[in-house]
């Protein structure tokens, strides 16, 4: 129907053939540099990182333009299909961008795991899973995967373009990751930052009067969570990981995925969309201390800046987990090496049973914060991701 999800998705399709993902050419879009991956301890991994061949869309099968031959076989693929319920013919500016940053995600996530399925279909060094059981089982699942993502871009964008918004369009990505092991890794941690932001999401529609799409957000919320927990599992991890999700903010999603796997400069269109004007990018907080367990422990952080020490000690690192209250620590032991410097920060994981994700951030002020809100508005530097359990 018009202003259905369908028939916003269809807006300029041109005629594409689908073309099976079993079947993609050469490997490209993955990192042959051995880097932990985003979010892992000591991530140094960049968007401008040397050495990577940068993903680009379309997909093989003409993706992100669709027909209704190619909707329909996203819709087998994903198991479901876009819901055909009238969309809203206004949005808030608000929700416009919550939306666009929806988007923004998704697309990004259908180019990790198109990515990732075609290393492994082809065998690339590091992406090889020798049981052929397995390697069937892993492949049914994340082409579902990728068809749901793909769902959920579509999605997004058809909300966007039916209250007369710009959809986002799809950027140059690059993916810090090797082998196999470490791109579940990231899945997980890229997802775990999803799930806090979706929270955010659906308070944000609550507060802009759109509250209709609340329970939209939530089946996407709950689906995502589905997915986590398979990642989890091929971690050897309990498939879930908290009983309180980590809550983060839009700008803690959007400056994780423009230091990480946004190629500088790629993402056509922006000029259009508000998402690129109304949410800041925070300058990068690397997490140097690896393997965090969880025990009470100064954790080791580094940022770039021309920054002098006592302006770094008049800051504070916050610790975002769970549905708890943020912690804030003091800034101690600074060095400084050219524009590099490090410093620690006390962290009580052990006594907050602090599981699952932690986001790190550095402020300008010492607090106390109230909300993720509240810590995202005073952040200078942001986020470090930190996975235990």
């Not at 490090?342 to 106390?368: E, Q, R």
Request: net charge negative; proline share 7%; charged share 10%.
């Amino acid at each position: 129907m018009l202003g259905s999800y369908i028939a916003a998705g269809l807006a300029g399709a041109a005629a594409v053939s689908a073309t099976p993902v079993a079947q993609w050419g050469p490997p490209h879009g993955y990192s042959p540099s051995g880097s932990q991956g985003w979010g892992a301890p000591s991530n140094t991994a960049s968007a401008s990182s040397a050495g990577q061949t940068p993903f680009t869309f379309p997909l093989p099968n003409g993706f992100p333009t669709v027909n209704n031959a190619l909707l329909h076989d996203i819709a087998e693929a994903a198991h479901g299909s876009l819901p055909n319920a009238p969309l809203a013919t206004h949005l808030s500016a608000g929700s416009v961008t919550i939306f666009e940053l929806i988007a923004f995600n998704e697309i990004f996530e259908v180019a990790f795991f198109s990515s990732l399925i075609n290393n492994i279909t082809n065998n690339v060094h590091g992406f090889e899973i020798p049981s052929q059981v397995l390697r069937t089982y892993v492949l049914d699942t994340l082409t579902a995967v990728l068809a749901q993502e793909e769902t959920h871009f579509l999605g997004a964008n058809g909300i966007l373009n039916a209250s007369g918004n710009a959809g986002i369009e799809p950027c140059k990505y690059v993916f810090p990751t090797a082998d196999f092991d470490s791109a579940i890794g990231l899945a997980r941690t890229f997802t775990d930052v999803v799930l806090g932001t979706l929270q955010d999401a659906q308070a944000g529609l609550a507060a802009n009067g759109d509250a209709e799409y609340i329970p939209l957000i939530g089946s996407v919320e709950g689906q995502e969570g589905e997915q986590n927990g398979y990642y989890r599992s091929l971690l050897s991890l309990i498939p879930s990981a908290a009983p309180f999700l980590t809550r983060s903010a839009a700008p803690f999603a959007f400056s994780a995925l423009n230091q990480n796997f946004v190629v500088p400069g790629s993402c056509p269109g922006s000029a259009n969309n508000l998402l690129f004007k109304s949410i800041p990018v925070f300058a990068p907080l690397t997490v140097e201390t690896q393997n965090i367990q969880l025990k009470d422990q100064a954790i080791t952080f580094s940022v770039k800046t021309n920054s002098s020490d006592s302006d770094i000690a008049s800051y504070s690192v916050v610790f975002i987990n769970q549905q708890n209250v943020p912690v804030v620590a003091p800034i101690t032991n600074i060095h400084t090496n050219g524009d590099v410097v490090t410093f620690d920060a006390f962290y009580p994981a052990a006594t907050l049973i602090a599981d699952a994700l932690t986001i790190a951030a550095v402020t300008k002020s010492k607090g106390p914060f109230a909300s993720v809100p509240d810590v995202a508005a005073a952040t200078l530097f942001g986020p470090g991701l930190i996975e235990i359990n």
